[in-house]
């Protein structure tokens, strides 16, 4: 009997054991589901989906399909960064699909600083961060123009609409008045050259980063946040960062391709054929009737036939994954922007290679990048678009009586050796071409040391390599030429160098909650090299021998050597203190002044963290900024040595009879040995802020920025240097302004979402110095040009190029009187062109500017739109300024006018009348797309998104000039003289992701 007990407390036992083995197993599942973005209903790779409490996980893959095994009472997690996480009870489901919307304001986001990256949560400077999520759409082919529009206190202004053409980038104004005022920008941990010094046959220096490789743009604005950079910092940092692999990640190949068409928006409104003839006719006084025969019969309208319709291509195909734990990225690119002006073109060829494997179980980590650039340039010529203006209209396009021009109508053809050369012929028979090659490169070892865990060990080695070789040539038959009547050639190269060494390390301690500690401290080594020729000379044959214009060939190079350190204190959570500096030493002054110190502190209070404000959940983020710091600028000149004596050959023109034979001499040049860098102190406070758990979020920032040591061109006495004029550190100026940038989520649901950012800037800027000691007769640095007059000037208390004008004189009708303008000294005298008589009269440079982008998506359907607006921008309309009935009819030849001259029928230019200084404040609509994604496109596992795209939509002003968003050109700033307007362009895009 106690046998068949044991024997059935065994079996008792058993049945339990299997009980609860079967229950146990009963509450376990097998989960399975799809992660999609909110934004486009595209399957995310790489979530995060893990067990609350666990490690029990896994990730998506390249469709954002996941499976999972978990207890029926589990909690999943699903989190990416960029994207609001969420948590799923599992209970009865089997499957979960989980929609991730993109984190508006995540203040958990990193963010990268100069050396390193922080919190968002944490920063302490002006720093704006703007990610591929938001860039502005459409036909972009340089990486600036993903960015115009979207920071407060960036003003972009692009060179016109070239194909591939450049931008001027300021960032809080400008810091100089001479020398340069473009931001250092940084690729993946590279400072590039500045824009100045790009090479000759480049018209962008971002021109070999693709805009598809892009994942962010980091602008640093105050001194606190870029005075670890030192002397390059004073105009503000741009950080660009590409796209990287991800780590687990299955391959994931992504297709995307456009194609555009584009045309001119309008012309300048010149007179036709029938007009000009009138003109002529109803001015017999003016123009001599014998002139008459030298009328054609044509309407020819000029501008149509050098413009065009062009159609442009790009396409770009990008590996990503990981292989075994080596996360990759791969991407081709190829690009084909035809220009509106006839024979003008760009074809880019780009590549670029992320690898970022670590070892050591993740003690070494290893990042290597590698971009690659080819671009075929062809420049035609932009001098026949002012040309297109001036052409007499009444002639036609070709003339059969003329071989030796090509078959093309000339003046010279009939005695007139300055008449208008033919804009067609200028436009397509140049040959203007140059191939650019660019590779950067770096390797980037983060290594945790063994016996520090806290302690990293950062190595950056780099490379910048630039090689041009173009020709701007003219056949013999064209007039177009500088050199001789006897056609042109011109060949250039140029190479750019710039090696890079960075080692730092960087200690990072959290002590408890209370206390946490980033500490940085490193050196750097950076060489410049450059080389370049231009040999420019007519074409040489049995009749015509060689003339030379130019034969020169330059080789230069400078040095940066700097040692630098950041801290980083948190206490509580709630005190932020950073502290940095740079001890920079630059091979472009002497011993004397060769280092400089550039030091910054910040403190920030993030008040939502205090007892008062924690539990009130309508604030998310309320943070106080206070920040100041010193920083520099050691690109003063296209002259690596300034301070030392130099001679320099004269150019032709300036030879000098020796033995009865014209000779190239050399003579010294003038020199400062004293010369130093300009120095900016910046002071900062700011307010960062987020609501309703940061749907609502934005900052403030106030800020005054003093430049001293500036640098200007001035009188000293004869016989202290080779010339009477030097230039030295003299000067300050100041700007001063203040920021605003708001966001907020309007709507946001599973299948609807609407954001809307917006951002404000105001900035005074304003000279206070510019001589060693004051001189009331000083008028300050007067500009123009011979043709023009002075007609803008950079004055003590005023702005920089603020237009400097005569005070035009109005009748009882509101019309100008010609030549009649207010005697300001009350001298009497002359008074036109007198810079006596002269006033400033604003300025090219906007007071205000505003920001304004949404998105808006609905399921797999998707919109959004960029806008922008200057206010307080003036132009110096010089197109309708150079027009007058006195120039219409010209020794042996005649010209067109633009109509605006029936306005004010002036007889004789009147280049420096205010009336020409237009008032052109503007609203602008960058873009609008929209697009439709379609989820497991035809059956397979591909998704693809189709868009339309709008670009310069429209344009709202009130100045009377083709665009009144004019930039820096020649040297001039806000002076429009016919540049390569920019287009209208309309594009159709696909993404495909397999």
Not at 45 to 65: A, Y
Not at 627 to 645: A, K, V
Not at 694 to 705: A, E, K, L, P, Q
Not at 914 to 920: G, K, L, R
Request: net charge negative.
């Amino acid at each position: 009997m106690e046998l068949n007990i044991s024997r059935l407390r065994k079996l008792l036992l058993m049945l339990v054991m299997v009980f609860s083995f079967t229950m146990i197993h009963a509450q376990e599942k097998v989960v399975t589901g799809l992660v999609t973005d909110a934004n486009d209903g595209m399957g995310i790779p790489g979530v995060s989906v893990v067990v609350k409490g666990t490690t029990v996980g896994t990730t998506t893959d390249i469709d954002g399909n996941y499976t999972l095994t978990v207890d029926a009472n589990a909690t999943i997690i699903y989190s990416f960064v960029g994207y609001r996480s969420q948590e799923i009870v599992v209970g009865s489901q089997s499957q979960i699909n989980v929609i991730l919307s993109i984190e508006t304001e995540n203040l958990s986001e990193i963010v990268v600083i100069g050396y390193g990256t922080v919190k968002k949560e944490d920063k302490t400077g002006s720093v704006t961060s703007v990610s591929s999520k938001d860039f502005n759409k459409g036909n972009i082919t340089s990486p600036q123009d993903l960015l115009v529009g979207k920071s407060a206190g960036v003003v972009i202004t692009s060179a016109g609409g070239a194909p591939g053409s450049g931008s001027t980038i300021r960032i809080r104004g400008g810091s100089s008045f001479n020398a340069s005022n473009d931001p250092l920008i940084i690729v993946d941990g590279m400072p590039i050259e500045s824009v100045g010094n790009n090479v000759s046959g480049s018209s962008n220096a971002l021109s070999f980063i693709n805009p598809n490789d892009i994942e962010t743009f980091t602008v640093l604005k105050d001194a606190s946040s870029t005075a670890i950079y030192g002397s390059r910092a004073s105009n503000g940092v741009i950080i660009i960062t590409t796209k990287k692999g991800v780590k687990g990640s299955p391959l994931k190949v992504n297709y995307t391709g456009s194609i555009s068409v584009a045309s001119a928006i309008d012309y300048v409104d010149v007179y036709s054929g029938d007009q000009l003839r009138k003109i002529a006719v109803d001015h017999p006084v003016l123009y001599d009737p014998l002139n008459y025969n030298k009328l054609g019969t044509e309407n020819t309208d000029w501008q149509k036939e050098i413009f065009r319709t062009a159609i442009s291509h790009d396409h770009n195909l990008a590996f990503s994954g990981s292989k075994k734990s080596v996360p990759y990225r791969i991407s081709l690119g190829y690009t084909d922007q035809t220009g509106i002006l006839e024979n003008t073109d760009m074809q880019r060829y780009t590549g670029s290679l992320n690898l970022n494997p670590t070892f050591l179980n993740d003690d070494l980590k290893v990042n290597m990048n590698a971009k690659f650039m080819m671009t075929n340039n062809n420049f035609g010529d932009d001098g026949a678009i002012g040309s297109a203006i001036s052409m007499d209209p009444t002639q036609p396009i070709y003339d059969t009586n003329a071989p030796e021009f090509g078959g093309y109508y000339q003046w010279q053809k009939y005695g007139a050796g300055l008449g208008t050369p033919n804009p067609v012929e200028q436009a397509k028979e140049v040959n203007n071409k140059s191939d650019v090659y660019r590779v950067v490169a770096n390797l980037k070892l983060n290594y945790t040391l063994p016996f520090l865990r806290d302690m990293q060990a950062n190595l950056n080695v780099a490379t910048d390599y630039t090689e041009s070789d173009g020709h701007n040539n003219r056949p013999i038959t064209s007039p177009s030429t500088i050199v001789s009547s006897w056609g042109k050639l011109s060949d250039y190269t140029a190479k750019n160098k710039n090696n890079l060494l960075d080692f730092y390390l960087n200690y990072k301690k959290e002590f408890n909650e209370d206390n946490r500690l980033d500490l940085t401290g490193g050196y750097s080594w950076q060489h410049f090299e450059r080389e370049s020729t231009d040999y420019t000379r007519s074409i040489e044959d049995a009749d015509h021998p060689l003339q030379v214009d130019k034969n020169t060939a330059s080789e230069t190079e400078n040095y940066l050597v700097s040692f630098f350190g950041r801290m980083n204190y948190a206490l509580k959570n709630k005190y932020l203190l950073t502290g940095t500096f740079r001890y920079d030493g630059s091979s472009r002054f002497s011993e004397d002044n060769r280092w400089g110190f550039f030091p910054s502190a910040a403190f920030a209070w993030k008040m939502h963290e205090e007892s008062f404000l924690k539990d009130v959940d309508a604030v998310s983020d309320l943070k106080i900024r206070l920040g100041w710091g010193i920083t520099g600028q050691q690109d003063i000149s296209d002259n690596d040595y300034p301070y030392q004596p130099q001679y320099i050959s004269s150019e032709q023109g300036y030879y000098y009879p020796i033995n009865g034979q014209f000779t190239s001499t050399l003579r010294p040049n003038t020199y400062d040995p004293d010369i130093k860098w300009e120095e900016t102190t910046t002071q900062n406070i700011g307010l960062d802020f987020g609501f309703l758990n940061n749907r609502i979020n934005g900052s403030v920032d106030y800020y005054f920025r003093e430049t001293k040591n500036l640098l200007n061109n001035v009188t000293i006495p004869s016989g202290s240097n080779f010339s009477n004029r030097l230039y030295t550190n003299v000067g300050s100026l100041e700007n001063k302004g203040f920021e605003v940038s708001l966001n907020f989520v309007a709507i946001s649901t599973p299948d609807m979402s609407l954001n809307i950012g917006m951002n404000y800037t105001h900035n005074d800027n304003k000279l206070t110095k510019l001589l060693l000691t004051d001189d009331p007769n000083y008028i300050g640095v007067p500009e123009g040009s011979g043709m023009t007059g002075v007609t803008q000037i950079t004055r003590v208390g005023e702005e920089a190029h603020s237009f400097f004008v005569n005070k035009q004189i109005y009748d009882s009708n509101g019309k100008p009187i010609e030549g009649l303008y207010e005697d300001i000294t009350g001298k009497g005298g002359k008074i036109s062109g007198d810079n006596a008589n002269k006033y400033v009269y604003h300025s090219p440079t906007p007071k205000d500017i505003f920001g304004l982008s949404a998105r808006f998506n609905y399921k797999q359907f998707d919109m959004s739109t960029s806008l922008r607006a200057n206010i307080g921008n003036y132009v110096l309309n010089q197109v309708a300024a150079g027009s007058s009935y006195d120039q219409i009819q010209q020794i042996g030849y005649w010209k067109n006018m633009p109509t605006n001259l029936s306005k004010t029928n002036f007889v004789k230019r009147q280049f420096t009348s205010d009336y020409f200084v237009e008032n052109a404040s503007f609203l602008k609509m960058d873009n609008i797309s929209a697009g439709y994604t379609f989820n497991k496109f035809a059956g397979k596992d591909i998704n693809a998104r189709v868009s339309f795209t709008v670009q310069n939509v429209f344009t709202i002003t009130n100045y009377s000039g083709l665009d009144p968003e004019v930039g820096e050109k020649d040297d001039r700033f806000g002076v429009d003289n016919n540049f390569y307007p920019r287009p209208r362009t309309f594009t159709l895009g696909v993404n495909l992701t397999f």
